[in-house]
């Protein structure tokens, strides 16, 4: 069964494995190797071990041939000094009557230990990233709250000052050609300075709350005022699917749309504007795309214009919605300004019927609260 031969005492002594004696009558006899110290003291006996404690009917059974071996797993903290688990066995030694103990590291629970010691790093490790992380967001708010700001000043303060500066310059002009014409001036410029004064404040309402609590825009509604206000041709197109994303990204596209039909209006020279909205599917997802052509003069987009920041505006706006905005122009052949946002798979993917009723509901719902 067991043979005490000197390869197996050089192991033992080598903590590679224990092994230990026991007499039939549990007596301990004998113990090799610092992986059975756990056992009692030679001449002890074996079942006041902790590990062996109640356990007589299971070695008698062992004895009697009723059993083949017993078997503990992850046996830990044994013996002072011992904190690696084991593995100890215990069988029959039939010719000699006594049993053996044979202990060996268990290499399965020390490969569990190694495992759940990585998971331990790996833990450590995530929460320093996530740390750095909420380091890096705090950043982000920062700056984001900053471009806030500059878009603001830039669609409120800029715009305005701008429109009293041109008429200015017309009263100065009529000042010296047609006098007659300076009160009517006069009345323009005090309508260009309360119409800023009120976007200001508007401006300044946005900026105390998030951007999530900004009610999203019915698209038609603004493209009806502009088109009202400035006499140009407007023509829309918006799949019923599409509708969903724009409600999504109302606050996004509302901004965006302020600025092109603005852009426009002072530049442009346009007399008739193309708004289309529709989902279309990309290489990796869905997207929602928006163009808004005009007809009108065009400009050169290579060209640095200093000062000017409503363009670089309507990037920003899309990448913080992890969209993109593209403007293509040229002179003589008018200006296209697509957007292009993440749409939602399950809204892209509903029939058409429900999401015109959908955008039915929410458009009745804004007029019944007053909104448009």
Request: hydrophobic fraction near 45%; glycine fraction near 6%.
């Amino acid at each position: 069964m067991v043979d005490l031969s000197a390869e197996l005492v050089s192991a033992a002594e080598a903590d590679v494995i224990g092994f230990a004696i026991i007499g039939a009558d549990r007596t301990v006899k004998r113990k090799v190797g610092r992986l059975v110290e756990w056992l009692p003291a030679i001449g002890d006996d074996s079942c006041q071990c902790m590990l062996l404690v109640g356990m007589e009917t299971e070695l008698a059974a062992l004895a009697e041939g009723r059993r083949g071996v017993i078997t503990f797993s992850r046996v830990r903290g044994a013996s002072p000094g011992l904190d690696q688990p084991l593995t100890a066995v215990i069988l029959w030694h039939k010719d000699r009557l006594h049993y053996v103990v044979v202990a060996m590291p268990d290499f399965a629970a020390r490969e569990i230990e190694t495992l759940l010691e990585s998971e331990r790093r790996t833990r450590r490790l995530i929460e320093q990233q996530l740390e750095v992380a909420s380091s890096e967001v705090h950043f982000a708010s920062l700056a984001r709250t900053r471009l806030r700001l500059a878009r603001d000043l830039h669609d409120t303060l800029a715009h305005s000052i701008l429109a009293l500066l041109t008429q200015i310059r017309l009263i100065q002009h009529f000042l010296e050609t047609d006098p007659a014409r300076v009160a009517d001036s006069l009345a323009v410029a005090e309508q260009a300075a309360i119409s800023g004064l009120a976007r200001a404040r508007n401006a300044i309402a946005r900026l105390r709350m998030p951007d999530e609590f900004e009610l999203a825009p019915d698209i038609e509604s603004i493209l009806s005022d502009f088109a009202r206000q400035t006499g140009v041709d407007i023509s829309v197109d918006i799949d019923e699917g599409a509708r969903g994303e724009l409600h999504r990204h109302g606050s996004t596209v509302q901004r965006i749309m302020h600025e092109a039909l603005r852009n426009i209006e002072l530049h442009a020279q346009a007399r008739h504007v193309q708004f289309r909205a529709a989902t279309e599917a990309d290489t990796k997802d869905q997207r929602l795309v928006i163009d808004i052509r005009d007809d009108g003069r065009g400009f050169d987009p290579a060209v640095p214009k200093p000062e000017h920041f409503g363009l670089v505006g309507m990037v920003e706006f899309a990448a913080l919605a992890n969209g993109n905005c593209v403007v293509e122009s040229a002179y003589g052949k008018g200006t296209l300004v697509r957007i292009s946002l993440p749409a939602t798979p399950s809204l892209t993917t509903q029939p058409s019927s429900t999401l015109a009723n959908v955008g039915a509901e929410m458009r009745q719902d804004r007029k019944n609260d007053g909104t448009s």
